[in-house]
């Protein structure tokens, strides 16, 4: 009943950056939780960045200093700035969200949005 919509990926060179958007849609009564996964060829999908209701954020350490995750209340939407890009960075990134509709809640996931980072 719910669907979440990344968009944002795309090629960039090695210290680039890339913002990445999520926007959830549906019947939707309260998003609780959002978070951006990723995961590269070959290895574990891991966590990211979160961001709950109250705006509390957790990063990876891969992460920190480099990426900050934000959302939109407003247009259900959230956020990934992605800055100082690495090669290591390359994977397909997934948003996450724990999603109250009409009839429970949800924990949901988008298809994903491919970011490469390669000269």
């Known amino acids: 009943q719910v669907q979440l919509v990344e968009s944002g990926g795309d090629l960039v060179q090695p210290g680039g950056s890339l913002r990445l958007s999520c926007a959830a849609s549906?019947?939707?009564?309260?998003?609780?939780?959002m978070s951006w996964y990723r995961q590269a060829p070959g290895k574990q999908r891991e966590l990211v960045a979160s961001?709950?209701?109250?705006?509390?954020?957790n990063y990876a350490d891969a992460a920190k200093g480099r990426f900050a995750i934000s959302r939109d209340g407003a247009k259900n939407t959230a956020y990934l700035q992605m800055n100082t890009l690495k090669p290591e960075d390359t994977a397909v990134y997934y948003c996450?969200?724990?999603?109250?509709?009409?009839?429970?809640?949800?924990?949901?996931w988008g298809q994903g949005t491919q970011v490469t980072v390669s000269s």
């Open positions: 961001i709950d209701s109250d705006g509390s954020t």
């Open positions: 549906g019947s939707i009564f309260r998003i609780y939780f």
């Open positions: 996450h969200a724990n999603i109250e509709t009409n009839d429970g809640t949800y924990s949901s």
